[in-house]
């Protein structure tokens, strides 16, 4: 691995080196409100720092971050990590109810959060005392911030982020954080429903900038990059900031939901020459009637993760905008990708090759490396990884097995040495890059008054993609019918985040079960494929 200095402050290192660069009048970012340069990151990254400081939160405290992609989110990223606290960014598309685990599991004592999304926040706030006791300041992103009530010993009342910013020092403090400080961490889904915070130091975001973004990606200072992949996610945290930060290019933002038409109005007004998507995005682009022409646009890289690309939207996408897409896998524990194909050697229906930096095995049910053409669990040996789960020993345990990290995954190597993507090795699903916990579907599904019993399991889309379906006994079967099976979807939708909900229901008089009486999910599952 890059030898990395003992102080080491990732934040510092990567302002600082563009503004040595000569890049402070260079744009950064664009996003809903324009243009940004450098040196206004740079500037607008330490005034933050500097509130965090005034407002007396200090080095090693947390702030969780729920914010849609706009200049606000790197500056809050950055300049907490500047100032040494350590940075917590979430998936803006949970529920109430798992915001309320994230505070209370994070002990957070700020929350900067976008005006769009407050209103998820609004109760937690007010029953902060009970839920979130050590949340001490909130911190609202966006023209619209609901008015802020004075505090007082029951309201917490709230800062704008634009007035925290003007009306801070811009004091150059950089926290002599070092390489293995504790620097974000990013939680990831569990199947027991309960996310887990993986836990980052500040050398791991300039580890996977060395061994896979330049490498593989070769990114210039000329390049407009582009991220379906929001910043929250750990494939979008490198994509969209730390990779094209690292050499001085220009990262587009959109802070609305990555639709084929929206991101083609995007690639219509910017000249995007890097892309990054996932397998679900390549494909309902390919299928819209609003994609852009191969001669609009201006592609010199395309990579995908999140889940396995098919080998007939990768080739699709190939043919249609001459540029290949590389596919690969990372994980939020590793933070990024560790296995892909590169520039040349692109095969698809696979996922490539190990990244020169990780070293990969594949291991049978007893920890034993299968033999070559065998199925086996993933395991990744690198630098990048996370040092633990937050507050869950148990899990830390069962993931960070010493210089190995299990991913959960099932791979075998084909006759080239290729990966080739073969499942998971647990109950969880994949959809679109995002974990879905069986279980917690079924949870939601059950407390319906018409369901007696439930089964979510993996189903292939007619792209070939995984998305949920769920076998339902009903209390009576005589009420199956199309009208309740949307009344189903929309009640999981109403319980959970959106993106879990069964995209089928199919209505069952009763489902296969063991000898002692548990629900055959196999079975089910087995159907998908034959
Ligand atoms: O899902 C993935 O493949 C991925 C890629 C990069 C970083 C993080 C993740 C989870």
Not at 302 to 316: F, H, K, T, Y
């Amino acid at each position: 691995a890059p030898e990395i200095p003992r102080v080491y402050n990732f934040a510092a290192d990567i302002l600082s080196s563009n503004l040595a660069a000569g890049r402070a009048n260079k744009v950064a970012f664009i996003d809903s409100r324009g243009s940004w340069t450098y040196g206004q990151l740079a500037d607008r990254a330490a005034r933050f720092g500097a509130a965090l400081r005034a407002k007396g939160v200090r080095r090693e405290e947390r702030i969780l971050i729920c914010m849609l992609d706009t200049i606000d989110w790197p500056t809050a990223f950055l300049g907490a990590l500047k100032a040494g606290v350590v940075a917590i960014p979430v998936n803006t598309l949970m529920t109430e109810a798992d915001y309320e685990f994230m505070l209370a599991d994070s002990r957070v004592t700020m929350l900067v959060v976008s005006d769009a999304l407050y209103p998820k926040f609004e109760k937690l706030i007010a029953n902060r005392q009970n839920l979130a006791p050590d949340l001490k300041h909130v911190v609202v992103s966006g023209a619209d911030a609901p008015s802020a009530d004075a505090p007082s010993n029951d309201k917490l009342g709230h800062d704008s982020f634009e007035d925290l910013i003007a009306s801070a020092e811009p004091e150059d403090y950089t926290a002599p954080t070092t390489r293995d400080d504790i620097a974000f961490w990013l939680y990831t889904s569990g199947s027991t429903g309960k996310p887990k915070g993986a836990v980052h130091v500040h050398a791991s975001l300039k580890l996977t900038n060395e061994l896979y973004a330049a490498p593989t990606l070769s990114l210039r200072e000329s390049d407009v990059c582009y991220s379906v992949a929001k910043l929250f996610f750990a494939y979008g945290l490198g994509n969209a900031l730390t990779f094209p930060m690292s050499v001085g290019a220009t990262t587009v933002l959109l802070d609305e939901r990555p639709t084929p038409d929206s991101v083609s109005a995007l690639l219509r007004k910017h000249p995007v020459t890097v892309f990054y998507g996932v397998p679900t995005f390549y494909a309902a682009f390919l299928a819209s009637q609003a994609a852009l022409a191969p001669g609009d646009v201006k592609f010199r890289r395309c990579v995908s993760a999140g889940e396995a690309l098919p080998e007939d939207v990768g080739i699709r996408w190939r043919d249609k905008y001459g540029c290949d897409i590389f596919d690969g896998i990372g994980s939020t524990e590793m933070l990024h990708i560790f296995l892909s194909n590169a520039p040349g050697a692109v095969k698809y229906g696979t996922t490539g090759k190990p990244v020169p930096g990780y070293e990969l095995k594949l291991i049978d049910d007893h920890g034993q490396e299968v033999a070559p053409g065998e199925m086996g669990e993933l395991l990744i040996r690198g630098p990048s990884s996370a040092i633990m789960y937050w507050n869950n020993r148990e899990q830390s345990r069962r993931t960070f097995m010493g210089e190995w990290t299990r991913s959960g995954d099932k791979y075998v190597q084909d006759e080239d040495g290729y990966y080739v993507y073969c499942g998971r090795n647990d109950d969880m699903l994949k959809v679109s890059g995002l974990y879905v916990s069986p279980f917690e579907v079924e949870g939601a599904l059950q407390t319906h008054v018409d369901v007696l019993e439930c089964a979510v399991v993996a189903w292939l889309d007619a792209d070939g993609l995984i998305k949920p379906k769920a076998f339902i006994v009903l209390k009576d079967h005589s009420k199956a019918c199309d009208e309740l099976a949307r009344l189903l979807q929309d009640h999981v939708k109403a319980k959970l985040a959106p993106f879990k909900y069964p995209r089928w229901i199919e209505f069952r008089p009763d489902l296969p079960k063991t000898a002692t009486g548990k629900i055959q999910r196999f079975r089910l599952r087995m159907e998908a494929t034959t």
